[in-house]
């Protein structure tokens, strides 16, 4: 009868140590949260595993995380697949429907990314505007004037001058016929005559006014129509012509007129282009056809593109976003008693299981003992 208390009381005494072992190795996990100090000295197994190590497991967690679970490849492959491609074009869809049904405009969505940034891009634009024209204007002034002229249009001067002696001398001739121009010769005689004193009068011995300017209207028409003069002349304009041509644009505009005439201009294109008032505009009317196309082929393209630019950019995307410290940082940030309790509400049942593995086997090792002890009695 002895033994059989003794194989019991051993199996209890067993069972509590195997049990209540247990349980205080499941607890040490956590507790105590801090060190603990006696005489100065920091006592053992403190503070809990979890609190002494948790900077090192958060570390490797998310280490683990990002090379192994949330790697690029597997959000390509969640990006790529039917549902990801699904959701984008149902995506587009509703902001299409938005677009067409609600009349949006530029400003609104401009303000809706931030407040005062349309107003912001106007102005950023119009300045611009004015810095490029001022910028191409001032290259401008440093170029040939040729260097202005199309290919077609030079062709095309370089033929009219060359021939403009032409029209010149036809002009003159036709003048000189006139009686316009016999009378305009006449005056000049007379200017000509009437200042040179004596020789006025052996003038008018030897011939009469009339006859000198017929005289000289002849020789003016015959020197004109001259093949020799015309060729003098088509010499010295294209002389000149090349001369004009080959200067630069500076040698005949100021730098007041360049800059008054590039005001105008600046002024002009603000007016005709108005992109205040173009941010104001609906998008869907800029071009009714191209939205239309946009509607049935253009989102299929966008919504390739958007697969496709996520796709080539996840690994700096990732990177970026550094999620293994975003993960440390979170498991970090967790308050001890609240991740103790996370882990106990999660792992609960597997636990007790452990505390009752402990008094079984306390129990069943006591049992032994006791049986052993019986055994030699």
């Known amino acids: 009868m002895a033994t059989i208390y003794v194989v019991i009381f051993m199996a209890t ?3 509590v140590i195997g049990g209540v072992t247990n ?8 507790r105590p949260y801090e060190a603990k100090y006696l005489f100065g000295k920091k006592l053992p197994f403190t503070p809990g595993v ?12 998310g280490a683990i995380v990002t090379e192994h679970l949330l790697t690029p490849e597997v959000f390509v492959e969640k990006l790529n697949s039917t549902e990801s491609q699904k959701f984008i074009e149902l ?14 405009t530029i400003r609104y969505i401009l303000e809706r990314i931030s407040p005062g940034l349309s107003e912001k891009i106007v102005n950023y634009l119009n300045i611009e505007i004015s810095d490029k024209i001022n ?20 062709f095309t001067l370089d033929n009219e001058v060359a021939n403009l002696h032409e029209r010149i001398n036809s002009r003159l001739i036709l003048y000189l016929s006139s009686e316009k121009g016999a009378e305009d010769i006449r005056t000049m005689v007379d200017d000509f005559i009437e200042n040179r004193g004596k020789l006025e009068k052996a003038i008018k011995y030897v011939i009469s006014k009339d006859s ?18 015309k060729k003098i002349e088509q010499e010295f ?17 100021s730098d007041v007129d360049r800059a008054r005439v590039t005001s105008s201009i600046v002024d002009e294109v603000r007016n005709k282009i108005n992109i205040d008032e173009l941010f104001d505009y609906p998008i869907v009317n800029f071009s009714p056809s191209l939205f239309k196309s946009f509607k049935t082929r253009g989102k299929h393209t966008l919504r390739h593109n958007i697969t496709a630019y996520f796709g080539m950019n996840m690994p700096k995307i990732i990177e970026k976003l550094k999620l293994a410290e975003v993960i440390k940082n979170q498991i970090d940030s967790f308050e001890l008693d609240k991740l103790e309790s996370l882990v106990m509400d999660v792992a609960n049942k597997e636990f007790k299981m452990i505390m009752f593995l402990g008094y079984f086997l306390g129990g069943l090792i006591g049992l032994i003992q006791g049986l052993i002890i019986g055994f030699l009695n």
């Not at 349980?23 to 956590?30: D, E, G, N, R, V």
């Not at 995506?91 to 949006?104: K, V, W, Y």
């Not at 910028?135 to 030079?154: N, Q, T």
């Not at 304009?237 to 505009?253: G, L, N």
């Open 50 to 61: 979890i609190p002494m190590r948790r900077d090192e497991a958060s570390t490797k967690l």
């Open 23 to 30: 349980t205080i190795a499941i607890k040490m996990l956590f």
């Open 13 to 15: 005494i067993g069972a």
């Open 237 to 253: 304009i294209m002389t000149e012509y090349q001369k004009f041509i080959e200067k630069k644009i500076h040698c005949y505009i």
């Open 91 to 104: 995506f587009l869809d509703r902001q299409i429907e938005t677009l067409e049904t609600e009349q949006t």
């Open 135 to 154: 910028e191409y204007s001032f290259k401008l002034m440093d170029r040939e004037i040729k260097s202005l002229l199309p290919g077609e249009a030079k």
């Open 212 to 229: 000198l300017t017929e005289r000289i209207q002849n020789e003016l028409i015959n020197l004109l129509s001259h093949g020799d003069m």
